[in-house]
């Protein structure tokens, strides 16, 4: 096994809703996958790779009405300088408009990880 190499950076999580739209419109299966797809490429270039996990999000709308609806975390490590974090909000902004959202959650943590290499 060879040495793994650690890094000192920060985790992105970038969530996002995929089950309806600002409007409370359904987001159709194969839009929020396409868009999906077009948003992870884009950490992918940035950070090297990202890792996709479906969770379930639950947020209360302006008019007060609580939606639950289906979502997607794009987790990546990332450097923790201002160009890197400054794109990645631009991804959240690309996010957001791409899926019509009212909002994305953008999540940053420091972060220590080894990539293990067989």
Not at 20 to 44: E, F, G, L, M, W
Request: hydrophobic share 40%; proline share 3%.
């Amino acid at each position: 096994m060879k040495t793994a190499v650690t890094f000192h950076q920060v985790q992105i999580i970038i969530t996002v809703g995929i089950g309806y739209d600002r409007n409370h419109n359904p987001i159709p299966d194969h839009v929020a996958r396409k868009q999906c797809q077009a948003i992870a490429n884009r950490v992918s270039r940035v950070c090297g790779g990202v890792t996709l996990r479906e969770v379930v999000g639950s947020y209360q709308h302006d008019d007060g009405t609580v939606v639950v609806e289906p979502s997607i975390e794009f987790v990546a490590m990332a450097s923790n300088d201002e160009r890197t974090i400054a794109t990645m909000r631009g991804i959240c902004q690309f996010a957001k408009d791409q899926l019509n959202q009212e909002s994305v959650l953008f999540a940053r943590t420091p972060a220590n990880w080894e990539l293990v290499n067989d």
